[in-house]
């Protein structure tokens, strides 16, 4: 499932008489080990996706050796991007212009055999663009592992996880495989996962996994990242529940004295404590609530590191034609105020390009962002997203630290800029889909630069 797709699924309430949908168009998630093929098992199934004869394979007439799935995704993306740097010796907000065609191509296996499961899954991407394009790190990776694990089922509840594997938690604030790249991100290391009647625990130590473009990936030791994260399903009504601790130890140097820009992206321990409640109140208000106190060491730059993040958001379901849903959101993460601790708020591994605008020009550090959403479905198979911020800086002494859009700014104002982006996904057949997007982003006083940013997109996806 695409990014966009999984924004629209989890945020809008679907259309209002939608038919009954075919199984098959959710069987693919996110993270591609956690696909859901058990409708083939289904005696009344009767439907024919494209892969579903490569699913739950037999490796042997009497099934003694187990089960064999084989599948993968092909996604094209264009772009069209004005103001969004990305060329040499420019920054974003200033005059230029960029095209280019992201590929990618997935492919997955995963065997399983009662308490034994081992899953393979490749990467293929590549980019074609204008001779000027400065080509991002999410773009190219010609060939390598996505996820290469064993899983080992001690008891029914309890399984333990060795190898390269990709993570995901919560709705990816924190930690996110980054689908939106035309890379993805991964770590390898040891899960251990327990699933509960009540609650669900992961606790994991990894390495992150670098994207070497044309060499085979290799974690890199200096960079551990490590955690619990616990998730309550309240079956009665009520919240649900995330708990979770992340530790992030980054023991690579700076490669020359830290500025306002560079500083706190080296040479650090970070700890996160965070909680996240969600639910609805008669299936009709939403709420949601994220909120975290993130303490450390800065060791690069002779200081301690306390910060924190907010998210809260109320959202209501629009009994109308298309079935609109509207959220109001307010999104902080602290800055760096230059009176002793290190505050500038550390994201992480996010799915940055999910939230505070598809331009990728703000990180979840140094912000303040009241923001509203509106996700409306006029069919089953059409899905529209509207999305609106306000842009601001939690300190004026410090910059927005950017995602994948560079800015110059100046440090005597908060006023970032506003963005409206907005999204229409046609789904055409149950594992395939076409979007089209347009964001922009209408610089405030803290960008230095000549000219807005806005780009267009349109992206399509495949999955067998």
């Known amino acids: 499932m695409s990014f966009s797709l999984a924004v629209l699924a989890v945020l809008s309430n679907g259309p209002a008489k939608a038919a009954t949908p075919n199984p098959c ?34 490796i042997d007439p009497c099934g003694h050796w187990g089960t064999l799935d084989i599948g993968g995704q092909l996604r094209l993306r264009y772009h069209h991007e004005d103001g969004m740097g990305r060329q040499p010796g420019v920054s974003g907000f200033n005059d230029t212009k960029n095209d280019f065609m992201l ?107 670098p994207v070497s473009p044309y060499d085979f990936d290799e974690p890199d030791y200096n960079q551990s990242f490590y955690g619990v994260y616990a998730t309550r399903y309240n079956q009665c009504g009520g919240a649900n529940m995330d708990l979770f601790y992340l530790g992030y130890d980054n023991e690579n140097q700076y490669a020359s004295p830290p500025t306002v820009v560079t500083a706190g992206s080296a040479d650090f321990s970070v700890h996160t404590f965070g ?58 993460a602290s800055g760096d105020d230059q009176q002793g601790n290190f505050n500038r708020y550390n994201q992480l591994f996010p799915l940055a390009h999910k939230y505070l605008g598809f331009i990728d020009a703000a990180q979840r550090s140094n912000i303040s962002s009241p923001n509203c959403l509106l996700t409306m479905s006029p069919s089953s198979k059409w899905s529209l997203l509207c999305w609106y911020y306000y842009l601001g800086a939690d300190q004026a002494s410090d910059t927005i630290p950017f995602v994948a859009t560079p800015s110059v700014q100046n440090t005597t104002t908060k006023y970032f800029g506003h963005e409206l982006d907005l999204i229409a996904a046609y789904k055409f057949a149950p594992r395939s889909n076409v979007l089209f997007g347009y964001s922009n982003l209408w610089r405030g006083s803290k960008i230095i630069g000549t000219n807005d940013a806005h780009f267009f997109y349109t992206q399509w996806e495949l999955d067998f």
Request: hydrophobic share 40%; net charge negative.
């Open 25 to 58: 168009a959710g069987s693919h998630k996110v993270v591609f080990y956690a696909n859901d093929f058990s409708y083939l098992n289904d005696p009344n199934y009767c439907g024919d996706c494209l892969g579903d004869c490569m699913k739950q394979m037999a």
């Open 103 to 209: 590929t990618r191509l997935r492919l997955y296996t995963n065997w399983k055999k009662d308490w034994l499961r081992i899953y393979a899954e490749g990467i293929t991407a590549e980019v074609v663009s204008n001779d000027l394009y400065v080509p991002r790190p999410i773009d190219i990776n010609s060939a390598d592992f996505l996820n290469l694990f064993a899983d080992v089922a001690l008891t029914d509840s309890f399984t333990v996880r060795v190898g390269r594997q990709e993570l995901l938690y919560g709705v990816q604030r924190h930690v996110s495989p980054l689908d939106w790249a035309n890379t993805r991100r991964t770590f390898s290391g040891i899960k251990t996962m327990y699933r509960g009647d009540v609650w669900d625990v992961d606790a994991f130590f990894t390495n992150y996994v």
């Open 275 to 332: 909680t996240r409640l969600w639910g609805d109140i008669d299936g009709e208000w939403l709420y949601e609530l994220e909120t975290t106190l993130q303490t450390g060491r800065q060791s690069g730059l002779g200081r301690d590191h306390r910060a924190g993040m907010c998210t809260i958001g109320f959202g209501k379901k629009l009994d109308m034609a298309w079935a609109p849903t509207v959220w109001m959101y307010y999104d902080f």
